[in-house]
């Protein structure tokens, strides 16, 4: 659903520009909450994560594909705060070395495919979360709602922004009831990778994933066909566990989802391209301002093998967004602490 240039006329590219740059600005303070020694760096990978999985688009009806959005996922395991600047940094990295997503539309991209699915999901998955048994299982059909809704929800409001700022003179209904129909499709792919991905972490490390904070229903075990209580592990305090292996596993199936199983990925048009040139919304659009970006179509410049051209920039792409968002994200973490620290040796007057 990356939104390019063209599709959005300026005032309205303008606003959704301020509206990104405070929701960032609200998510870095909000992030200082969420960030500890353990999760900044995994927060890195989750946006590494969530550009590997946009390369694998999905068909969804004849001629039509999708792909992740990412904003379910990033909050649902790192937090809201935190799932926010983590589209935004895959989205950042996207429009500046592959071409892809309007520089001019970078503030509707972030709105739209961040900010609205973050907070459409977070909603729905807490609102779940809390009606729902308390176990890991109900943390993943949270998870698998939340996202689901999530992506109609974000292509609902692509269209509002474009009804008051849309470049073309097409009928809104139409535009709105196609969006909507193909996003539901690909909300389900969406539902599917979020629910799977948060409950393979949960299964293995659920202190990591933030929306399973205080999950306390217990182990289950099946013994002669009754399900009783695991009995309890030694305890281990939750700072001396190790997030390495999580942290290797995760990278390395990263890159080798964008390096390798990306090739296989479908070749039709996403949800938006299709709409777009179904409806008449492209009519305007104009040539990006990295087009000439030695990685632009998710391609190496100068490689004539395709599959080694599209592996390499994927692989560039993971390593580039790993590195961008770990900075990001420590910076974040290093202010919570320094601010911790100010506030623990401050005298107060007399």
């Known amino acids: 659903m990356h939104v390019p240039d ?46 590997a999985v946009q390369m694998l688009n999905f068909p969804v009806a004849a001629g039509t594909s999708g792909h992740l959005l990412g904003g379910a996922l990033a909050a649902i395991l790192v937090g809201p705060y935190t799932g926010v600047l983590c589209v935004s940094v895959v989205l950042l990295m996207q429009g500046l070395l592959f071409a892809d997503g309007g520089l001019t539309a970078l503030g509707v991209n972030i ?56 470049t073309t003179d097409v009928p809104i209904a139409k535009v709105f009831g196609a969006m909507v129909g193909v996003h539901v499709l690909i909300g389900i792919g969406e539902a599917v990778i979020t629910a799977a991905t948060v409950g393979a972490v949960i299964a293995v490390r659920p202190d990591l994933v933030h929306g399973a904070r205080g999950l306390s229903a217990p182990l289950k075990l099946r013994v002669g066909g009754e399900l009783v209580d695991a009995p309890a592990p030694a305890a281990v305090p939750v700072a001396a566990r190790s997030t390495k292996p999580v942290w290797i596993t995760g990278l390395v199936a990263a890159l080798a989802l964008a390096g390798i199983v990306s090739f296989y990925a479908s070749s039709s048009p996403d949800g938006l391209e299709k709409v777009a040139a179904d409806q008449g919304i492209d009519q305007k659009v104009t040539e990006h301002a990295a087009a000439d970006s030695p990685l632009a179509d998710y391609s190496v410049k100068d490689v004539s093998d395709a599959r080694l051209s599209g592996g390499l920039a994927g692989v560039i792409g993971v390593g580039a967004t790993v590195l961008v968002g770990t900075g990001v994200f420590w910076t974040v973490r290093r202010r919570r602490a320094a601010d911790l620290t100010a506030a623990s040796t401050a005298v107060p007057a007399a």
């Open 6 to 51: 063209g599709f959005i006329d300026a005032p309205v590219s303008i606003a959704a520009g301020v509206a990104a740059a405070g929701a960032v600005a609200v998510s870095l303070r909000g992030a200082r909450r969420e960030l500890d020694e353990r999760t900044a760096p995994l927060a890195g990978l989750v946006a590494a994560f969530i550009f």
């Open 111 to 166: 709105v739209t495919m961040g900010v609205v699915t973050v907070v459409v999901a977070y909603a729905v998955f807490r609102a779940l979360v809390k009606l729902l048994p308390d176990s890991r299982r109900s943390v993943t059909v949270a998870a698998f709602a939340g996202a689901l809704l999530s992506v109609p929800a974000a292509a609902a409001f692509f269209t509002l922004l474009f009804a008051v700022g849309g």
